[in-house]
C-alpha cells in the first residue's frame, strides 16, 4: 500500500495543534467523496494542461504532475490507495499522496483554484455520468414494458377511477402509460444535464484568480457548454444537486405509484396478476403465503428520496453566500438517493420480466360495474339526436333498472331497454360488447387496439 510518510494536515504551518479527534472523525468526508476520485483526477489533469497553456507552470511540472495523478487513478481503482481521513476529503487525499509521488513540484497543482470550485467541478461530472446511468436502466423498463405491452394489446381489463370499475381499457394500454411516465423521466433527467452543464473550474475560493488562466479552456476539455459567469455565485450553487434530487424523487415515486397498484392487484381480493417466485418471498410462520415483498421495497424506497431532497433544501435554507461546509453534506445525501434508484430501477425491471396477467380474472372484472354505460350514453348522442347530458340521464335509467334486476347491461333484452328508451333498436346491444368499446376509442391516446398497436411500433422504433 502506498502510504503518506507525511502525516500533518496541509494547513499544519498556521493552524499548530492538532485536530481534535471528535472533529477530525465527524469534519472528515473522505469515506463518502472517495467516490469522485475519477472526476477529481480528471479536473486536475485539465486544470495543469491548462495552467502549462497560459505559461504558469513549466512543460516539466505539468508531466510530472500527470504522470503522479494518472498512477495515483491506478491506485485508487486497484485498492491499492490509503485514505486517511485526517486529509479530510478525496481532494487533500490526492494531493498529499501526489507530493509522496512526486515531491515538491506537486505544490503547483493547486496554483489558481480552491477546493471550493474543485469539488463542484467533480461533483457536476459525477452527477452527468449518473444521469447517464439512471437513463440507460430506465430504458431498459422502457424496454421490457414495450414487450409486455406487445403480448397484451387485446388483453381486456377494467380501467379504474378512484378504483372502481370505469371503462374497458387494453392492458397494454395500461403498460404503454408507465412508457410515457418513464420517457417523460428519462427527459427530466435529461434537461438537467443542460441545466448543469456550466463549469466550475478557476473560480477558486469565490472571488476568481489574479492568474492569467483560460476557464474557456477547462471548461471546453471537460465537456462543459461554457465556464460559470459569476464566482461566488459558483461555490454557493447548489441547485444542481435539488434538481438531481428532485428528479430521483420523482422517478422514485413513479415507481412507488406502480408498485403499489401492482401490489393490489396481486391480492387475493383482485387476483389480476401472478408474481413469479423469483419475486415473491414467503411468510416464516404461514406456509402457504408468497408475498409481493419487492413491491412493497420500490414503494417504501420513495420515503428515502423524498427525506433526500427535503434534507438538501433544509441544509440550503438559510446558508449565505458563499462556501459552507454545511454543504459537504451534498454528496453522501446524492449518493445515497443514486444508489436507491438504481436499485429500484434495476429492481422493476425485473418484476416487469416475471409479471404474468391473469387474463381470466381480468375479463371477469371487466364484467362487473355496468362498465359500458359510457358507451351507451355516446351511443344515444350518435344515434339519437340526443344532448349528452340527457343521454346520460337516460343511460343512468338503464343502469338502475339493471340493478335492481339484477342483470348486467349486456344480459338486458332489446324490449326490456325499449321500455325505457322507445327509439332503442336492437343495434344498440353491440355496444355492451368489452371488444368493441375498447376499439371504439379510436381518439388520439385511446384505448383502441390499433392505437396501441401504432404506439408499440412507434416506440420499438425509439420515436
Ligand atoms: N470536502 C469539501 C466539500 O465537500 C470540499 C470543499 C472544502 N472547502 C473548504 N473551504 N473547506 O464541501
Redesign the pocket.
Given at each position: 500500500m502506498a502510504k503518506n510518510k507525511n502525516n500533518q494536515a496541509i494547513w499544519n504551518t498556521r493552524i499548530k495543534k492538532k485536530a481534535s479527534t471528535l472533529f477530525a472523525k465527524v469534519g472528515s468526508?473522505i469515506d463518502i467523496?472517495k467516490r469522485l476520485y475519477k472526476e477529481d483526477i480528471r479536473g486536475s489533469i485539465v486544470h495543469v494542461e491548462m495552467l502549462f497553456k497560459q505559461k504558469i507552470i513549466s512543460f516539466k511540472v505539468k508531466n510530472k504532475i500527470i504522470y503522479g495523478l494518472q498512477k495515483i487513478e491506478k491506485q485508487i481503482s486497484k485498492n491499492n490507495f490509503e485514505f486517511n481521513k485526517k486529509y479530510?476529503?478525496i481532494?487533500m487525499n490526492i494531493e498529499k499522496q501526489l507530493f509522496q509521488m512526486i515531491g515538491e513540484e506537486a505544490g503547483y497543482i493547486h496554483t489558481a483554484r480552491?477546493?471550493?470550485d474543485q469539488?463542484i467541478t467533480d461533483f457536476k461530472l459525477w452527477i452527468k455520468s449518473a444521469t447517464k446511468e439512471i437513463n440507460t436502466n430506465i430504458e431498459k423498463i422502457i424496454k421490457s414494458t414495450l414487450k409486455l405491452s406487445e403480448k397484451n394489446i387485446e388483453t381486456i381489463m377494467p380501467g379504474f377511477t378512484h378504483l372502481k370499475n370505469a371503462q374497458p381499457i387494453s392492458l397494454a394500454h395500461y403498460f404503454m402509460a408507465y412508457v410515457e411516465i418513464f420517457k417523460r423521466d428519462k427527459k427530466r433527467f435529461t434537461n438537467n444535464l443542460d441545466n448543469l452543464n456550466e463549469c466550475p473550474l478557476g473560480v477558486a475560493?469565490l472571488s476568481g484568480t489574479s492568474f492569467n488562466i483560460d476557464r474557456h479552456y477547462s471548461s471546453n476539455k471537460l465537456g462543459f457548454n461554457q465556464p460559470t459567469n459569476n464566482s461566488i455565485d459558483t461555490v454557493s450553487d447548489r441547485d444542481f444537486v435539488l434538481d438531481f434530487l428532485y428528479c430521483v424523487s420523482v422517478c422514485s415515486m413513479h415507481i412507488s405509484r406502480i408498485a403499489e397498484e401492482l401490489i393490489i392487484w396481486n391480492s387475493d381480493g383482485f387476483n389480476l396478476i401472478q408474481l413469479s417466485d423469483k419475486v415473491v418471498t414467503g411468510s416464516s410462520i404461514m406456509p402457504q403465503k408468497k408475498n409481493p415483498d419487492l413491491l412493497e421495497y420500490l414503494r417504501g424506497k420513495s420515503g428515502i428520496s423524498f427525506g433526500n431532497l427535503f434534507s438538501m433544501l433544509t441544509i440550503l435554507k438559510g446558508l449565505p453566500l458563499s462556501?459552507f461546509?454545511d454543504?459537504?453534506d451534498d454528496?453522501e445525501i446524492v449518493f445515497k438517493s443514486y444508489d436507491t434508484l438504481i436499485n429500484c430501477l434495476m429492481i422493476f425491471d425485473e418484476i416487469l420480466k416475471n409479471i404474468s396477467p391473469n387474463k381470466k380474472k381480468m375479463l371477469e372484472l371487466a364484467n362487473l360495474g355496468f362498465i359500458t354505460a359510457t358507451d351507451l350514453a355516446d351511443y344515444l348522442v350518435k344515434n339519437h339526436a340526443m344532448s349528452f347530458r340527457k343521454a346520460y340521464q337516460k343511460t343512468a335509467e338503464i343502469v338502475n333498472y339493471a340493478e335492481k334486476k339484477k342483470k348486467k347491461l349486456n344480459d338486458l333484452k332489446i324490449e326490456e331497454l325499449k321500455k325505457i328508451e322507445p327509439k332503442l333498436t336492437s343495434d344498440v346491444l353491440k355496444v355492451f360488447d368489452l371488444r368493441n368499446s375498447i376499439n371504439s376509442k379510436k381518439s388520439y391516446g385511446g384505448t383502441s387496439f390499433e392505437n396501441i398497436k401504432r404506439m408499440i411500433m412507434k416506440y420499438k422504433k425509439n420515436k
Open positions: 468526508s467523496d479530510e476529503d481532494h480552491s477546493r471550493n469539488v475560493a462556501y461546509k454543504m459537504q454528496k
